[in-house]
């Protein structure tokens, strides 16, 4: 036995599946089934993000996370938390926020610095 803090990837007790993330640095769209996204354009990013309509997506959790210090906006036209459109960003490195799919529709969580509108 090991007391080493780094897990052996072929000890078969740790998943080593890589998590599904998405690097945003244009405007575009979040690719669904994304687990992270990181904002990293040097300036406003404008972003769609599609409805959750498959059921395998239910229960998903995303996390979408600044890496620059700019006022992102992410558009899911009436999917946010009911009838809500857009996840605005406050405009600082490590805003943030979790989303949760369900039933075709996004509810947040764990907020940081980022409104709901």
């Known amino acids: 036995m090991s007391d080493s803090p780094v897990p052996n990837k072929s000890d078969g007790n ?5 998590i599904a993330f998405q690097r945003v640095s244009e405007d575009g769209a979040i690719t669904l089934g994304t687990r992270v996204v990181f904002l ?11 409805a959750p309509t498959n059921p395998d997506l239910d229960g998903q959790i995303m996390t979408i996370v600044a890496q620059t210090a700019h006022a992102h906006v992410i558009t899911a036209t009436d999917l946010i938390n009911g009838d809500n ?12 926020c979790d989303i949760y799919a369900d039933g075709g529709e996004y509810f947040t969580g764990n907020l940081t610095n ?4």
């Open 40 to 50: 990293t354009q040097a300036s406003t990013l404008a972003v769609t993000l599609a």
């Open 85 to 96: 459109d857009t996840l605005t960003f406050g405009g600082a490195i490590g805003d943030s």
């Open 114 to 117: 980022v409104t709901v509108g």
């Open 14 to 18: 740790v998943n080593t599946s890589p």
